[in-house]
């Protein structure tokens, strides 16, 4: 007979270390795939004149310019809503993250016709250096990163206005200042997202919910990779 009253509890505790790494684990795993078949995207567009063509003649106006830019945006408020949530089921939704992170790497191709496949290398690895930093403080630090939430918010949306304004501007003092705040914002979110990832787990919710959870979870820390790795680009690329 156990007489440790703490026996029920310790058990329970481990179980739920166990169901959230198992969580994080998917949510890496669906992040990484999303990565690969973003960059292999970009440089098979890269090297497809048609593809590219049509990319660059359409970001050689300032509207069309625009939409793309925020096309992201766009996909991400109506694809992945709380309606589409409850509606669609976990592969549903992994296979429409797989296919944003392809229609992602057609955006970032002319990033290498722009830059040198040494700059974009090493860009990756020091932001895959900063992305695994902040992601193990934002798992592991006993602070309430939660308060973070609003600012980090207020700032992308700040960030965002910036962006606009320069299209028009075109200064490439701006440019360096938004690319500087971009860098450090989403630095920050990293450690935030991971940190909303972790508390948000809960095995009670069930393997489907939870499915759908680490696909949001691998979304959002790859909007974070991805834009942390642009705005690197701006400071570290060396252009062609």
């Known amino acids: 007979m156990n007489t440790n009253p703490f026996g029920a509890t310790q058990t329970a505790a481990r179980q739920i270390d166990v169901g959230l790494r198992s969580h994080f684990n998917q949510v890496y795993a669906t992040m990484a795939l999303g990565l690969l078949i973003t960059g292999v995207m970009a440089y098979i567009t ?3 004149q048609a593809m590219l063509s049509l990319l660059v003649n359409a970001q ?16 991400i408020m109506m694809a992945f809503n709380p309606y589409t949530m409850r509606k669609l089921s976990a592969p549903v939704l992994g296979m429409i993250f797989f296919a944003f992170s392809v229609y992602f790497g057609w955006l970032m191709s002319t990033m290498f016709i722009a830059y040198t496949a040494t700059s974009i290398t090493r860009v990756f690895f020091i932001t895959a250096m900063t992305f695994a930093a902040m992601s193990i403080w934002g798992y592991t630090s006993k602070k309430d990163l939660s308060k973070m939430g609003s600012f980090l918010m207020m700032a992308v949306i700040g960030l965002i206005i910036a962006i606009v304004v320069n299209m028009f501007m075109q200064s490439p003092i701006m440019m360096y200042v938004i ?32 499915k759908k959870m680490a696909i949001m979870g691998a979304l959002g820390l790859y909007i974070n990779f991805i834009m942390l790795f642009q705005f690197l680009m701006q400071f570290m690329g060396q252009r062609e």
């Open 179 to 210: 690319s500087g705040a971009g860098v450090v914002i989403y630095t920050l979110m990293i450690a935030y997202d991971t940190h909303k990832i972790k508390q948000s787990y809960n095995a009670a919710y069930g393997v489907e919910n939870n």
């Open 46 to 48: 890269s090297g497809n």
């Open 60 to 75: 050689g106006n300032t509207m069309m310019r625009m939409l793309i830019a925020f096309s992201p945006m766009i996909i």
